[in-house]
């Protein structure tokens, strides 16, 4: 199994726990709990497969994945009882699949020969579109915009960390590592101590209440 | 014409038309009743011929759907007067809209070779995404979650059910026909007597109000 | 550079300055800034792209179009103070937009042999879904089917009439000309005079209130 395929095996899964438990706290039954995980583990990938062009999808070509999240959906109700204890580390999953699958789709678009920041904007879409859709499919506002998390920005940092470590010969393993590790940190980081950047503001202008 | 093709053509259809209703129910005007008309009838095929990678999609390659829907939105004033006296059956269209795209997608999907439940996947996409479309261009919070009409899952017994009996030798137009009048008797009896899933709730561990 | 080529570029400059006045306007921080100037400046030409078959997607293929509309977002903050006095000119980035979309997406529907209809349709949705996209990233309902500015309809007139010209033999770059001047006078007079037209009502009965 190359690093690759371990990594978006991984994402699927914690991606799909991560919908999960958005789902439940809104009061879905098993279906709609299903077709949240199923939007959060694949809507980033399928965008980024359907943008380059690679087919089969990869959630047709690989079938077993939809049947492990529709499995994780049906034992949801108790794998949540086992989960309750590690509630605080909620934000984990969210990160973790997020920094793997922005990885993998900066990977999948260099290897398809777009340039670097291609690649980025692709990395970025493939990580953070499962989660608006998860967002949206909950009738929650998306979290993608809302300054504190940083959460594109932690993903576009990591993807252009990976790409610069394997322009400097650095192995693919090592490289994907170093990323995903620096994308958990960050954003957590970011969580934790409640990080933002500045809303931009016009410059050279005296404030005044636009519309 | 093949049962597939006469199917198309009806779901396409059923699904303007309760595009149509949807839309002048928000007073929107013409223009608006035909986007909305045109989502609703092209929204789930269109993911569907996406994923699998179809060409050209099937409102491109048959470019007389688009017209059929375009005609009978600039005639849906009148239709309308006439369609007043069967409005307590207005779930039906809904409905067969819905069992038709759930069958032609697994139908299709199970024709370029994918596995079993990835087929019933892409039919309850194809079935479900242009209602929820529909849904998002009104301004409605998307049904399908909603436990309620359990829209997504009368949509998958429904595809399984047309698998299996395909799987025993059963003529394809048998199948159909089978799979539709079940998906619709499911969907109008979950309407009538308000069946629903239960919410999945954590097992296992006391009950304690989390966000 | 061929006539629609430059449009395209023009198209992108002009709609991903719609995109930051949009988020600007919501306090957004530059990374949110840039995600909706890319999605008003690509989503409409992404699914003309993805509907059509054509790869590699425009931006894809075009890779210094990301790159200028990242630097554009990047120099927000130092442009508003200037567009400042601009403002009131604000709905001409959005109605150009729309009008040079719209006419490229008719044009490359035109040239991969879809019919006439199937061509104006999908320079519709090429002009149109960026800023549906927008507002939806801003949290904003979409204003595309609110009756009064007419955008749909505005790009669905202009496109007919491009193809109409070229029919006639009028030189391709003079059937854009007289198509976008007119897209975007129809859609500022709808603006300024607050055109809109009639909301669908049901013929031949008598009013009532229903659901």
């Known amino acids: 199994m190359t690093p690759l395929i371990f990594i978006e ?6 991606s799909a726990i991560y919908g999960i438990l958005l789902a439940v706290r809104k ?5 709609g709990v299903f077709t949240v995980a199923f939007a959060v583990a694949f809507g980033g990938g399928t965008l980024r497969d359907l943008f380059l ?7 047709i070509g690989n079938p077993h994945y939809p049947v492990i999240v529709f499995v994780i959906s049906l034992l949801s109700g108790f794998l949540l ?20 699958f922005t990885l993998t789709g900066t990977a999948y678009a260099s290897e398809a020969g777009t340039g670097a920041f291609v690649a980025v904007m692709l990395g970025v879409i493939t990580g953070t579109f499962g989660g608006v859709l998860g967002d949206l499919l909950c009738n929650e506002l998306p979290s993608l915009f809302v ?11 990591g993807a252009w960390l990976y790409l610069g470590l394997l322009h400097f010969s650095v192995p ?11 994308i958990v940190a960050l954003r957590l980081a970011a969580i934790r101590w ?10 050279g202008g005296r404030d005044h209440s636009g519309t």
């Not at 062009?53 to 959630?59: G, H, I, K, V």
């Not at 590690?86 to 793997?100: E, K, V």
Request: contains cysteine; proline residues 10%; positive net charge.
């Open 9 to 14: 095996l991984t994402a699927v899964i914690v």
């Open 27 to 31: 009061g879905m039954d098993v279906m």
């Open 53 to 59: 062009d690679r087919t089969p999808l990869f959630w």
């Open 81 to 100: 009882g086992h989960l309750r204890r590690i509630r605080p580390l909620l934000p984990l999953p969210d990160a973790l699949g997020m920094a793997l």
């Open 147 to 157: 300054p504190s998390p940083l959460n594109a920005t932690c993903g576009f940092a």
């Open 172 to 182: 693919e393993r090592y490289a994907l590592g170093v990323g995903i590790v620096v």
């Open 194 to 203: 409640n990080w933002s950047l500045p809303a931009v503001r016009e410059k």
